[in-house]
């Protein structure tokens, strides 16, 4: 008899303790399962976040511009930022990807109202795409979002320090892109509160054209920013796009993924890595009652292990049957693991879950909505997982049954 027909045989000679090891497997598998399509979804959501209020998942300025951005030298911009926008949205391996494009401009103020006067940082887009980007409509606590032109809405922090209400006039100084000074007068549509001191102190949002024409870079922009639908397809879509921008006659631009901008994405390497190491974890502990179990079978079975080793049986043979039937019980755990996590995560995916209220203390422009994430191939690294831990945690009480003594076993009551 072939050994994984001795060790199916086996496995049904108590089918209850087979049920509770598999169970047992089953319930840790299915929560390692739910576990990473959460943690996807919640690394997802940090990620999209990040990327839509910063830099996208695709960035584009100029070369300078990129080596001094934190200087926000608005000398340095794109001349023709639409063309870089259509150059991007035709990329031909970029088609259907690219759920947002959006120019912007980030730019350094000089905030005035009657003898008060305050330094900020202004950003200005396309006020309608901006409410699924930044989201600061959703923290507008007094006034309106912007609506017109010649419209500004301001943090409640710049509103505190210079009088300001909605309706007031505020005006602002800028350096132009050609090192002149730029002036222009702005009606305070809103004021926003986000309770995050660097937006509410010093942060205020315009639309792109007023940005325009007070710096002087008609059609321009400092940055273009590209959404994905899949932002772990990032760095080979910035390819894309570099080669797209190049054909079109564009030089001197830089492109950028959001993994290459700044530390964040190596801190989410990080985050990765520690989350696999509680994976493994969780499958173990869910794995330990094979142990126990193997440990059982061996010590009831120790006078047929005598017979069969009486009868010729080698060490090793014996040794993978027990081995066997520690994996066996790994796999059937493991697969109905994966399968529920699945399922879990497949729902979720689709209705997600909703931290709005365990968040309503923090107003920060995001979107409090996380959808599990649904990756076939992790699934099947995790049943993987499942099987190896139940195998290696199989192999002490297996070589215990393999190095018994013949004589010793068959005397054995």
Not at 33 to 39: M, Q, Y
Not at 170 to 177: I, P, T
Not at 333 to 359: C, E, P, Q, R, W
Request: hydrophobic letters at 50%; glycine letters at 10%.
């Amino acid at each position: 008899m072939k050994l994984y027909e001795m060790a199916i045989r086996n496995l049904g000679r108590n089918k209850r303790r087979t049920l509770l090891a598999s169970l047992s497997v089953l319930i840790a598998m299915a929560m390692v399962v739910f576990l990473e399509g959460l943690v996807g979804g919640f690394m997802g959501n940090i990620i999209r976040n990040y990327t839509k209020n910063d830099v996208g998942h695709i960035s584009v300025t100029t070369a300078e511009y990129r080596k001094r951005e934190r200087f926000l030298p608005v000398s340095e911009y794109i001349r023709d930022s639409r063309g870089v926008v259509a150059a991007i949205r035709d990329a031909p391996g970029l088609k259907g990807k690219a759920t947002a494009i959006a120019e912007r401009i980030r730019f350094g103020v000089l905030l005035s109202s009657g003898p008060n006067t305050k330094s900020a940082v202004g950003i200005a887009g396309d006020p309608e795409l901006e409410r699924s980007l930044l989201m600061l409509d959703r923290s507008v606590v007094r006034g309106a979002y912007l609506a017109k032109p010649g419209e500004a809405i301001i943090g409640a922090g710049i509103a505190r320090d210079l009088g300001l209400k909605p309706g007031d006039t505020l005006k602002v100084v800028a350096q132009k892109a050609d090192y002149g000074l730029g002036f222009k007068r702005f009606r305070v549509a809103g004021v926003f509160e986000t309770n995050v001191n660097s937006l509410d102190g010093s942060l205020f949002q315009v639309g792109l054209e007023d940005a325009r024409e007070l710096l002087g870079m008609a059609g321009g922009a400092t940055q273009v920013i590209a959404l994905l639908d899949r932002y772990d397809a990032a760095e080979g879509d910035a390819a894309h796009v570099a080669a797209s921008l190049s054909e079109t006659g564009f030089e001197g631009l830089s492109v950028v993924p959001w993994t290459k901008s700044g530390s964040f994405a190596t801190l989410l390497r990080m985050m990765g890595g520690l989350y696999s190491w509680i994976y493994v974890i969780v499958a173990c502990l869910g794995a330990v009652i094979i142990a126990n179990v193997m440990m059982m079978v061996v010590l009831e079975r120790k006078k047929e292990i005598g017979i069969l080793k009486a009868m010729g049986m080698p060490k090793r043979d014996l040794l993978g049957l027990f081995l066997l039937e520690g994996t066996m019980l790994g796999v059937l755990g493991s697969a109905g693991g994966v399968a529920i996590g699945m399922s879990i995560n497949i729902l979720f995916h689709y209705v997600g879950m909703d931290f709005t209220k365990a968040m309503a203390s923090f107003s920060w422009p995001m979107d409090n909505v996380i959808y599990s994430s649904v990756d076939p191939l992790a699934a099947l690294v995790l049943f993987l997982l499942g099987v190896a831990v139940s195998a290696a945690i199989s192999y002490l009480p297996s070589r215990s049954a393999a190095r018994m003594e013949t004589v010793e076993a068959i005397r054995s009551v």
